[in-house]
């Protein structure tokens, strides 16, 4: 089984790539995980990965420009049904909509939009209010405890964070997990065979490595 | 909800650790990765590395220290020390880094914090402040570990470059740092409640207590510590015992 990390110059992909490499290792397989820019690649991988730090429309636009990727991934993922984990601004990418300087379109997987995290309701209780970003570890609520991707994990386990903006599904069946941030935040996403962690498995310690177990031994 | 943070500090200067851990199970005390493994298997919220390398050629043990820690630890990690430019941001976060912590080149030109924040995200840009309290009863902020006053006021800095998009402020008492006599929280509550990112409380942790206290009355979301950690007084399990205890939800 091969696993494809896109790389289109948004961020550090080692700490991801690392913490594949372990969990292919420690589960006791050999798997090779590439680091990619190549859309050949992304087609003949059995697992593919998307992550991505920064602005959505800056994301959008770097893997815009790997020539044949978008077109690439939707062959993949959607034609043929291969496993797809996207990961913070790369989950994002997954919704209908961006909203995050201006409207950009997004790959339109999960029906949605991303907007910019909203607690002023809790401002004006408190008078201090939340942060933004949501910086940090946040307990999560399984909204489809039975999905595989949360296989060994239970209600309140902690994920790391770091974003200002966040999706929200118009069906309530894509939202596999929440988090309490004023109000209910999007942790993770999925339909059919791709899923989205608003969260950093590769930071997560040992709750992210069981979720990237968990997505290497997924058989959607 | 979201959890305080507790983050452990390493001092390192050309890619060996300074201030570190003294515990007895280290093969080599002066490896910054090793000690962060120890800080990783205590479940430590996040890590920083300040690099107090005098000199800006001697950068590239600092990278090393940095992937060799993100090859192996898989949590948050804040590097800084003698960020001056785009490039050296890019090289720490390829090399593993989640966010880097700017100063000296914050107060010398602040625009090169909007400029990195446009480059690389927010989130990722921490903006670290080394406020004193003035004989006027005001805060200044300095510059170089401390040693150069600017005469520039902490507040409205700090909410300044919260404006010019620093994702996170790293608030050091310069009074308080290395006495272990708690946080300044008079100055992390001005900070905290006048600017809208999260702020890390830093310099005069002696007792868990005064985590607790940074937390609770000084409004920070994160609290950061060397010395009681490096000198094994406390573990990091040790410290969420007793925040929790006091009454402040935290991740274990």
């Known amino acids: ?220 | 909800m979201l959890k305080p943070r507790i983050i452990p500090c390493l001092d390192v200067r050309g890619g060996r650790v300074v201030k570190g851990i003294n515990f007895v199970d280290l093969v080599d005390a002066g490896d910054p990765v090793e000690q962060a493994g120890v800080y990783d298997s205590q479940g430590a919220d996040e890590l920083c590395f300040l690099d107090i390398t005098a000199s800006h050629e001697g950068r590239e043990p600092l990278l090393d220290v940095v992937s060799g820690t993100a090859e192996q630890c898989f949590m948050p990690l804040t590097v800084g020390g003698g960020i001056r430019t785009l490039d050296d941001i890019r090289a720490l976060l390829l090399a593993g880094a989640d966010k880097v912590s700017i100063n000296t080149a914050a107060v010398h030109r602040p625009e090169f914090v909007s400029e990195a924040a446009h480059k690389f995200g927010s989130q990722c840009i921490v903006v670290a402040v080394d406020a004193k309290r003035s004989e006027a009863g005001r805060y200044e902020i300095f510059t170089h570990g401390g040693r150069e006053a600017t005469g520039i006021e902490a507040i409205s800095w700090c909410r300044r470059m919260a404006e010019l998009g620093a994702g996170e402020i790293l608030l050091t008492s310069m009074d308080r740092d290395g006495t272990r006599e708690g946080f300044d929280i008079e100055l992390t509550r001005s900070v905290a409640d006048s600017v809208p990112v999260p702020v890390v409380a830093s310099g005069g942790v002696g007792t868990l207590e005064h985590l607790v206290e940074g937390i609770r009355s000084g409004h920070a979301t994160a609290v950061l510590a060397a010395s009681i950690f490096h000198f094994g007084i406390f573990s990091i399990p040790q410290a969420k015992a007793y925040v929790g205890k006091a009454g402040i939800p935290v991740r274990r």
């Open chain 1, 1 to 220: 089984m091969t696993v494809a990390i896109i790389d289109y110059g948004s961020g550090n992909l080692r700490s991801a790539a690392k913490a594949f490499e372990r969990t292919v290792r420690e589960s006791g397989r050999s798997d090779p995980v590439t680091v990619t820019s190549s859309a050949d690649d992304a087609l003949s991988a059995d697992r593919i990965v998307l992550p991505g730090v920064g602005a959505f429309a800056d994301c959008r636009s770097g893997l815009h420009g790997l020539d044949g990727m978008v077109e690439a991934l939707e062959e993949a993922v959607i034609v043929r049904g291969r496993p797809f984990l996207g990961i913070c601004v790369g989950m994002q990418l997954m919704a209908t909509t961006g909203r995050e300087h201006g409207a950009h379109p997004g790959l339109g997987w999960i029906d949605g939009e991303v907007t910019a995290i909203d607690v002023r309701p809790t401002a004006e209780k408190n008078g201090t209010g939340l942060k933004i970003p949501h910086m940090g570890w946040n307990d999560m609520i399984l909204d489809r405890a039975d999905h595989p991707l949360f296989a060994g994990l239970r209600d309140g386990r902690h994920a790391y964070f770091l974003h200002s903006y966040a999706m929200i599904c118009r069906r309530s069946e894509d939202q596999l997990a929440h988090v309490d941030y004023g109000g209910p935040l999007v942790a993770a996403v999925g339909r059919d065979n791709f899923v989205g962690t608003q969260f950093h498995p590769e930071k997560s310690q040992a709750v992210g490595l069981q979720i990237i177990g968990n997505f290497l031994s997924w058989r959607p």
